[in-house]
Structures are given as C-alpha cells and as structure tokens.
C-alpha cells in the first residue's frame, strides 16, 4: 500500500469515528495520529487500518479501547517541577485579589497534575475559594482521576517534584497509603470537578482565572492548535493567565497580541486586552 492510499485510509477512519461516536481526530498531527493508528492495529490485533471502520462502529467496547489508546496520557505529579515554581512566582500573587476563582486544567489525564496544582492553592491559601474543572476527551482516565489513587512507586519521583516545585512541606501530608498504593487526601477532592471535554468539539469554559494545558497541542495540527488557543482565549478573564509549559506556544495564534508573556521559558501568558 502507498502512502497516499494509507493516508486516505486514515482520512476515512477518523471521519467515520466523528460521524458515528463524535470525537474529532481530524485536526491531530497526521505523522503522530498515523503512529498512533498503526501501534494500536498491531497491539489489539485488530484488521488492517482500511477495515478498521467497519469494526469501530459495530464495537463500543473496541472503539473505548481505541479512545484510550490513541489519547496521550503520559502524566506524574509536578511534572517539570520549573513550571509550577514560574506559578508561584509569576502567577499565584496576581490570584490574590479575586474573592473566587475558577481554573480550568485542559488535558488532564489521570490527574496528577490537577491535584499538584490544587497542592499549591491549598499551600497558598487559595483552595478555599477555588473552583477546579479538570477536563480529558478519555472517560477512563477521568475515571481514574477522580479516584485519586496512584502506585506507590511513584512516590519518591514526585516528592522530588514537588521539593524542586518550591513545595514546603512534605508531600505525605495530602496523601495517604493504603498496600501499594496512595490515595489523596479527600479535602484535595472537594473542589475539583473532573468531566469529559473533546478540546475540538466541545465548549468554552467561561470566566477562568486561570487556564492550563500542557503537553496536549503538540499533538494537534496548526488549525487546530489556533482553534482551541481561541478557545483559551474566550474561556479566559481579563487578567487571566494561560499556562502552556515549555513545548507549546502562542507565537502564531491569530490573537496572540491579546497576551503578554509572563515567563517566555514555561509559556505562560496573561490576558492583557
């Protein structure tokens, strides 16, 4: 088979997917969505990739296995620990001054990232007033998620992160073990609100103070990319911040002039104008 024709292939798939079960595809980049496809034919043993619609939309156990195959979900708690000490430094100070706030995390996988985050408005004494939606286009993920339960193995990496994050304290203090696992502490649960969002499809989140989204874009074509940077944009309060983390930015976002940089490195933003 030829690349065109595999290609057309791929086309047809993430087509038939949107018609049938609504998750769009079509704007993922086509070099990682093609990687993506041909591991997942190989791993589950499925047809070949021009068969493959006829059995996506017959097979809802199939396509939920596909979902989580196909999304990315590589995640761990303060991940680059850089990033969430340019929050503390560069954005924290500026939330301050609203009596509520609302954070949307964008992408949220298995949540570890979420619960980081919350980590520091608890620290910051700003959880109280914070409203959390943590948002993934996978449902078992978000299932997850909403657990709050992680491998024990985790745990010297992460308390690591969170020392190089500038945390304070000691991690252990918002978990608890349970055998080979831990699971957050309840009241790091209480403001969070986990819910299925496809970044292509679905609707903006409105007045945010704050908007994060990192390690998602790159997988995302450039019309894609500026489709939900307006998104941001729309779901952002004036004076909100956006924060991207160091792989993706807002250089050539149609609105990018709205923004100015707070740290050019992590590519966090605040809404100016």
Same mark, same amino acid.
């Given at each position: 088979?030829?690349?065109t024709e595999?290609?057309?292939?791929?086309?047809d798939l993430?087509?038939?997917?949107?018609a049938?079960?609504g998750?769009?595809?079509?704007?993922?980049?086509?070099a !990682?969505m093609?990687?993506?496809?041909y591991?997942? &034919?190989?791993?589950k043993?499925?047809? !070949?990739?021009?068969?493959?619609?006829?059995?996506? &939309?017959?097979?809802?156990?199939?396509? @939920?296995?596909?979902?989580?195959?196909?999304?990315?979900n &590589?995640?761990?708690m303060?991940?680059d620990?850089?990033?969430?000490?340019s929050?503390?430094?560069?954005?924290i #100070?500026? /939330?301050?001054s609203?009596p509520?706030?609302?954070v949307?995390h964008?992408g949220?996988?298995?949540?570890?990232e979420?619960?980081?985050?919350n980590?520091i408005?608890?620290?910051?004494?700003?959880k109280d007033?914070?409203?959390m939606?943590?948002?993934?286009i996978?449902r078992l993920v978000? @299932?997850?998620?909403?657990?709050? $339960?992680?491998?024990?193995?985790?745990?010297?990496e992460?308390?690591?992160n969170? $020392?190089?994050s500038g945390?304070?304290?000691?991690?252990?203090?918002?978990?608890?073990?349970?055998y080979d696992?831990?699971?957050?502490? #309840?009241n790091l649960?209480?403001?969070? %609100?986990?819910?299925?969002h496809d970044?292509a499809?679905?609707y &903006?989140?409105g007045e945010?103070?704050?908007?994060?989204?990192?390690n %998602?874009?790159?997988?995302?074509?450039?019309?894609?990319q500026n489709?939900?940077f307006?998104?941001?944009h729309?779901? /952002?309060?004036?004076?909100?911040?956006l924060?991207?983390?160091?792989?993706e930015? /807002?250089?050539?976002y149609e609105?990018?002039?709205?923004?100015?940089?707070?740290?050019?490195?992590?590519k $966090?933003y605040?809404l100016v104008k």
């Amino acid at each position: 088979m030829d690349t065109t024709e595999e290609d057309d292939d791929i086309k047809d798939l993430l087509e038939v997917i949107y018609a049938k079960w609504g998750y769009d595809f079509r704007g993922y980049s086509a070099a !990682s969505m093609k990687r993506r496809l041909y591991y997942f &034919v190989r791993q589950k043993g499925t047809p !070949s990739m021009k068969e493959l619609p006829h059995y996506i &939309v017959r097979d809802k156990a199939l396509f @939920s296995r596909f979902i989580e195959e196909i999304t990315t979900n &590589v995640t761990e708690m303060f991940r680059d620990p850089g990033f969430y000490r340019s929050v503390r430094a560069n954005v924290i #100070n500026h /939330l301050y001054s609203y009596p509520h706030l609302k954070v949307w995390h964008a992408g949220c996988a298995t949540g570890e990232e979420a619960y980081s985050m919350n980590i520091i408005l608890e620290e910051e004494k700003l959880k109280d007033r914070s409203m959390m939606y943590a948002t993934d286009i996978n449902r078992l993920v978000l @299932s997850k998620a909403k657990k709050g $339960i992680y491998p024990v193995q985790c745990l010297r990496e992460y308390e690591k992160n969170y $020392i190089d994050s500038g945390g304070s304290h000691d991690l252990s203090l918002y978990y608890c073990k349970a055998y080979d696992h831990f699971i957050m502490n #309840n009241n790091l649960m209480n403001n969070i %609100v986990f819910t299925e969002h496809d970044l292509a499809t679905d609707y &903006v989140f409105g007045e945010m103070q704050m908007v994060m989204c990192r390690n %998602v874009l790159i997988y995302f074509n450039r019309d894609l990319q500026n489709k939900v940077f307006k998104l941001f944009h729309e779901s /952002l309060d004036l004076g909100g911040f956006l924060c991207l983390g160091a792989k993706e930015t /807002l250089d050539f976002y149609e609105g990018r002039d709205h923004f100015k940089v707070v740290d050019d490195a992590y590519k $966090i933003y605040q809404l100016v104008k």
